[in-house]
Nanobody
């Protein structure tokens, strides 16, 4: 069994910074890509928006960012610790969302490819 555990969310004023962390643990053979998605909280009777990709990083260090966060967010990864980070600077109220960690990996036992999600961490940016 593989788990992703996120930390680092919270409340911050616009213009501030937060750093999210996500550690993968369990029966892991190797991890391909890791990333962060986010989903804005939906109001009652509103359709819940789909999770959107914020940033992703491969084992080799190649990165991909959503246009809305380029230049403000930085994704990084510690392969030895199976951990991915998201440094968020110049935060805006529209960044308010639940942030989910995601990993594309191969589990060790059984040997199979999995897509694993964390439980999510809430980031709230006040204006």
């Amino acid at each position: 069994q593989v788990q992703l555990v996120e930390s680092g969310g919270g409340l911050v004023q616009a213009g501030g910074s937060l750093r999210l962390s996500c550690a993968a643990s369990g029966s892991i053979f190797s991890i391909n890509a890791m990333g962060w998605y986010r989903q804005a909280p939906g109001k009652q009777r509103e359709v819940v928006k789909q999770r959107e990709l914020v940033a992703a990083i491969t084992t080799g260090g190649s990165t991909n960012y959503a246009d809305s966060v380029k230049g403000r967010f930085t994704i990084s990864r510690d392969n030895a610790k199976n951990t991915v980070y998201l440094q968020m600077n110049s935060l805006k109220p529209e960044d308010t969302a639940i942030y989910y960690c995601n990993a594309d990996l191969w589990s060790l036992s059984p040997y199979k490819r999995l897509e694993v999600w964390g439980q999510g961490t809430l980031v709230t940016v006040s204006s």
